[in-house]
Every structure is written in C-alpha cells, then in structure tokens.
C-alpha cells in the first residue's frame, strides 16, 4: 500500500467526483436533446460533388450515434471498475453520488446500520479504489489527467 502514500487525495477526489458527474449527465442524457428542431425551411443546398453535405437530420444522426457510442463506452468502463467494490462500498457510492438526489451522509449511515465514522471510511476507500480502478487517481507534484 505504499503507492497510497503518494495520492494527492484532494486532486484525486476531484477527479473522481468529475467522473460520477459524468456519469449522472450520460444517465440523464435523453435523445430527445439531440433531435434537430423541424422547421419549415427554404434554403436551396447546393450539391457537393465532395460528398460532405449533411443535412441537419443527418447531422443530428451523426451526433445521436457518437453520444450513444461516447456513453456506452463510459458505462462499459465506469461498470467494469464499479463492480471492482465490495457490496457495501457500492451501496454507498450509489446512495451518496448516484442517485438522482443523493441522500445525506448521516442518513445512508443510519439506514445502513453502521456509524457516520464507519460510513465516511467506506466512502472514502471506496472512492480511491473507484479511481484508481479507473485511473483518474492524482499523484503528488502531477498535473490532473483530463478524461
């Protein structure tokens, strides 16, 4: 566990706290923002003989399909370092951070069972070992990485 000791704990909570905000945005992510806005429109396209014309509907496509692809390959990878946890760790993570409204500290604890120092032990292991798993952790004297 030497490796620890040299974490930049404040940069790696903030790195990690990035990435679960990422991953409420894809959750919340609805198609719908990224449908065109249909209206009547009289412009005349000429074509292009480069075949780089893109209507606004195929643009909106375009854009539809490289969101679903960005997101499904976040999950993939936010999932694979997520099951890494135990079941308890991963309780909390989701009650404290992933929830659409995050319960209270105290109040995960209480439902829980266990004591606010207990639940704040867990959370905070937790989230070393969600970032290290998916490598947003910060070393002492590095810059932040940038997803």
């Known amino acids: 566990m030497d490796i620890l000791k040299n974490i930049d704990g404040k940069a790696t909570q903030k790195a990690i706290e990035k990435v679960l905000r ?32 893109h209507s606004k509907v195929e643009e909106a496509a375009i854009r539809n399909v490289e969101h679903y692809q960005k997101a499904k390959a976040f999950f993939e990878r936010f999932n694979r370092a997520f099951y890494k946890l135990t079941q308890k760790e ?3 993570i989701v009650m404290a951070c992933l929830e659409e409204t995050p319960m209270f500290n105290y109040q995960i604890s209480k439902k829980l069972h266990i004591s606010e120092r207990t639940f704040y032990r867990i959370k905070a292991q937790a989230l070393y070992k969600l970032a290290l798993a998916l490598h947003v952790e910060v070393y002492e004297g590095d810059e932040v990485r940038s997803q």
């Open 90 to 92: 991963r309780q909390i």
């Open 22 to 53: 990422q991953y409420r945005t894809y959750q919340l992510t609805t198609p719908e923002d990224l449908l065109p806005t249909i209206t009547a429109n009289y412009t005349l396209n000429m074509p292009s003989y480069s075949g780089g014309f």
